[in-house]
Nanobody, 124 residues
Framework: QVQLVESGGGSVQAGGSLRLSCAAS?????MGWFRQVPGKEREGVAA???????RYADSAKGRFTISKDNAKNILYLQMNALKPEDTAIYYC?????????????????????WGQGTQVTVSA
Protein backbone atom coordinates (compact mmCIF):
# COMPACT_ATOMS: atom_id res chain seq x y z
CA GLN A 1 0.00 0.00 0.00
CA VAL A 2 1.54 3.28 -1.15
CA GLN A 3 0.90 6.22 1.16
CA LEU A 4 0.64 9.66 -0.41
CA VAL A 5 0.58 12.93 1.53
CA GLU A 6 -0.07 16.22 -0.25
CA SER A 7 0.82 19.68 0.99
CA GLY A 8 1.10 23.21 -0.35
CA GLY A 9 -2.49 24.12 -1.07
CA GLY A 10 -3.96 27.43 -0.02
CA SER A 11 -5.66 30.60 -1.14
CA VAL A 12 -4.19 33.01 -3.66
CA GLN A 13 -5.38 35.79 -5.90
CA ALA A 14 -5.67 35.33 -9.63
CA GLY A 15 -2.27 35.53 -11.28
CA GLY A 16 -0.53 34.13 -8.22
CA SER A 17 1.44 30.93 -7.78
CA LEU A 18 1.40 27.86 -5.58
CA ARG A 19 3.56 24.76 -5.39
CA LEU A 20 2.00 21.48 -4.36
CA SER A 21 4.06 18.61 -2.98
CA CYS A 22 3.23 14.95 -2.63
CA ALA A 23 5.41 12.71 -0.48
CA ALA A 24 5.16 9.03 -1.41
CA SER A 25 6.04 6.17 0.92
CA UNK A 26 7.70 4.33 -1.96
CA UNK A 27 8.57 4.80 -5.61
CA UNK A 28 5.89 4.02 -8.17
CA UNK A 29 6.00 4.00 -11.94
CA UNK A 30 3.27 6.51 -12.72
CA MET A 31 2.33 9.56 -10.67
CA GLY A 32 0.03 12.44 -11.32
CA TRP A 33 -1.97 15.38 -10.10
CA PHE A 34 -5.72 15.46 -10.44
CA ARG A 35 -8.36 17.91 -9.30
CA GLN A 36 -12.03 17.86 -8.49
CA VAL A 37 -14.72 20.43 -7.95
CA PRO A 38 -17.81 19.33 -5.99
CA GLY A 39 -20.40 17.93 -8.34
CA LYS A 40 -17.95 17.41 -11.18
CA GLU A 41 -15.83 14.49 -12.31
CA ARG A 42 -12.24 14.32 -11.19
CA GLU A 43 -9.91 15.46 -13.99
CA GLY A 44 -6.28 14.98 -14.80
CA VAL A 45 -4.00 17.99 -14.51
CA ALA A 46 -0.48 16.65 -15.06
CA ALA A 47 1.25 13.32 -14.77
CA UNK A 48 4.69 11.79 -15.14
CA UNK A 49 6.00 8.29 -15.55
CA UNK A 50 9.26 6.75 -14.44
CA UNK A 51 10.91 7.35 -17.81
CA UNK A 52 10.19 11.05 -17.47
CA UNK A 53 7.32 11.23 -19.95
CA UNK A 54 5.01 14.08 -18.95
CA ARG A 55 1.43 14.77 -19.91
CA TYR A 56 -0.52 17.95 -19.22
CA ALA A 57 -4.17 18.73 -19.52
CA ASP A 58 -4.81 21.53 -21.99
CA SER A 59 -5.88 23.75 -19.09
CA ALA A 60 -2.46 23.29 -17.45
CA LYS A 61 -0.18 23.71 -20.44
CA GLY A 62 2.08 26.75 -20.21
CA ARG A 63 1.11 27.50 -16.61
CA PHE A 64 1.76 24.34 -14.57
CA THR A 65 4.93 22.28 -14.28
CA ILE A 66 5.10 18.78 -12.86
CA SER A 67 8.34 17.37 -11.56
CA LYS A 68 9.54 14.53 -9.41
CA ASP A 69 12.44 14.07 -7.05
CA ASN A 70 13.11 10.38 -7.53
CA ALA A 71 15.64 10.23 -4.70
CA LYS A 72 13.09 11.49 -2.18
CA ASN A 73 9.92 10.10 -3.81
CA ILE A 74 8.33 13.56 -3.87
CA LEU A 75 6.08 14.78 -6.65
CA TYR A 76 5.64 18.51 -7.26
CA LEU A 77 3.23 20.70 -9.15
CA GLN A 78 4.29 24.28 -9.70
CA MET A 79 1.23 26.32 -10.60
CA ASN A 80 1.68 29.81 -12.03
CA ALA A 81 -0.74 32.36 -13.43
CA LEU A 82 -3.54 30.79 -11.44
CA LYS A 83 -7.12 31.47 -12.44
CA PRO A 84 -10.35 31.27 -10.44
CA GLU A 85 -11.32 28.22 -12.50
CA ASP A 86 -8.30 26.39 -11.05
CA THR A 87 -10.09 26.33 -7.70
CA ALA A 88 -10.51 22.70 -6.67
CA ILE A 89 -9.29 19.98 -4.40
CA TYR A 90 -6.01 18.70 -5.82
CA TYR A 91 -5.12 15.06 -5.40
CA CYS A 92 -1.87 13.22 -5.85
CA UNK A 93 -2.12 9.74 -7.33
CA UNK A 94 0.25 6.87 -7.99
CA UNK A 95 0.18 3.54 -9.75
CA UNK A 96 2.78 0.78 -10.12
CA UNK A 97 1.98 0.27 -13.81
CA UNK A 98 3.36 2.07 -16.84
CA UNK A 99 0.13 3.91 -17.63
CA UNK A 100 1.68 6.01 -20.38
CA UNK A 101 2.26 2.86 -22.44
CA UNK A 102 -1.48 2.71 -23.04
CA UNK A 103 -2.10 6.43 -23.05
CA UNK A 104 -3.63 6.32 -19.60
CA UNK A 105 -1.36 8.72 -17.73
CA UNK A 106 -4.13 11.30 -17.21
CA UNK A 107 -6.91 8.76 -16.68
CA UNK A 108 -7.79 9.08 -13.01
CA UNK A 109 -9.66 5.76 -12.89
CA UNK A 110 -6.46 3.89 -13.71
CA UNK A 111 -4.61 4.98 -10.58
CA UNK A 112 -4.57 2.68 -7.56
CA UNK A 113 -3.35 4.98 -4.81
CA TRP A 114 -4.58 8.42 -3.78
CA GLY A 115 -3.69 11.11 -1.31
CA GLN A 116 -6.21 12.89 0.87
CA GLY A 117 -6.28 16.02 -1.26
CA THR A 118 -5.35 19.63 -0.69
CA GLN A 119 -7.60 22.62 -1.33
CA VAL A 120 -6.55 25.29 -3.80
CA THR A 121 -8.66 28.44 -3.90
CA VAL A 122 -8.04 31.22 -6.42
CA SER A 123 -9.94 34.44 -5.97
CA ALA A 124 -10.63 36.94 -8.73
Amino acid sequence: QVQLVESGGGSVQAGGSLRLSCAASEDTYSMGWFRQVPGKEREGVAAIDHDGTIRYADSAKGRFTISKDNAKNILYLQMNALKPEDTAIYYCAADPNALEARGWLLRHWKYAYWGQGTQVTVSA
